[in-house]
DNA sequence: TATTGTTATACTCTATAACTATA
DNA sequence: TATAGTTATAGAGTATAACAATA
């Protein structure tokens, strides 16, 4: 009657199992709110996609096409389209990997950093409005979870 | 040099500004476990969004494209193409609403009912795996903030 | 033969604008 | 005139498959 499998039991490790609530409230809050922050963008800006590899190469210098799809869990071709488009602007550049001539890195430009920092603020307005109309408790509860989030966001 | 404009200042109210180290580990988080959840889909299951009004109309009982439409933060269009999409695979249907002939009211189907419990199951599955590789903290600072994180994606 | 990256192609999601029907 | 919903259209984002170059 429908394509969908069952599910498989999920192999686990020791430990109380997490709570499916919580997990499903995450997984539902995770993508409405994704999709909000992927359209809420000002005229002239670039993704937010684009942002993020833009932020990640202002942080963390030159890396390779591979570096960034792994880095944001895309796939490699949707990554170097991302890298054309910020080419295109003068926003990022390429040149050779000095010991593999299949690599390439991807480097900010000055451009790059002046653009990154706008653009970033104009994003976080938004998030901080909204952030800010919650109550004390649920910010506090937000600010200690961030950096697990970002954690639980990057596993492989 | 770019058309991006610059940011205004936010307007805020009371209390500490919240820390825009924060906001941005959020908001990236947010981005990247987004797109991860969204395209991580079995054969013949129905697509996120989908899944979520689907499961919506499970839990709240019969409402109208513009109540989806809010409760998702899609616009009106996309949303008459999700239910056309869940009416075709016979997930959901639709009656007159008694009182205002201009409404719709939309229903889960059996089929639908059915259909939520295995998706919701295969889609949680994932990220529960993810879950349990977070250290004890980091997965007690979620539980704590998933509350937080709805509330903060469905504010108006 | 394996790996890195790109090109070609296609699909899904979502939006905006314009329209219809009802209030 | 305003509201609810749909249709028409378009664009952005991402994926998979196939290819080229290098290791």
């Given at each position: 009657m429908s394509g969908l499998p069952a599910p498989t039991a999920p192999v686990r490790a020791a430990g109380p199992a997490p709570n499916p609530d919580t997990i499903n409230t995450l997984r539902a809050a995770?993508?409405?709110?994704?999709?909000?922050?992927?359209?809420?963008?000002?005229?002239?800006?670039?993704?937010?996609?684009?942002?993020?590899?833009?932020?990640?190469?202002?942080?963390?210098?030159?890396?390779?096409?591979?570096?960034?799809?792994?880095?944001?869990?895309?796939?490699?071709?949707?990554?170097?389209?991302?890298?054309e488009r910020l080419e295109q602007r003068g926003l990022v550049t390429r040149r050779p990997h000095p010991e593999d001539r299949r690599q390439v890195l991807i480097e900010r430009t000055p451009e790059g950093v002046a653009?990154?920092?706008?653009?970033?603020?104009?994003?976080?307005?938004?998030?901080?409005?909204?952030?800010?109309?919650?109550?004390?408790?649920?910010?506090?509860?937000?600010?200690?979870a961030a950096d697990a989030l970002r954690r639980l966001s990057t596993l492989s």
């Open positions: 995770v993508l409405v709110l994704g999709r909000r922050l992927r359209y809420q963008t000002a005229d002239g800006d670039i993704s937010a996609t684009e942002g993020a590899v833009l932020g990640r190469l202002c942080r963390e210098g030159a890396l390779t096409p591979g570096d960034l799809a792994r880095g944001e869990h895309v796939q490699p071709p949707s990554m170097s389209r991302i890298i653009f990154a920092e706008r653009s970033t603020a104009v994003r976080t307005e938004w998030l901080t409005r909204q952030f800010d109309r919650l109550s004390p408790p649920d910010q506090q509860a937000l600010t200690r």
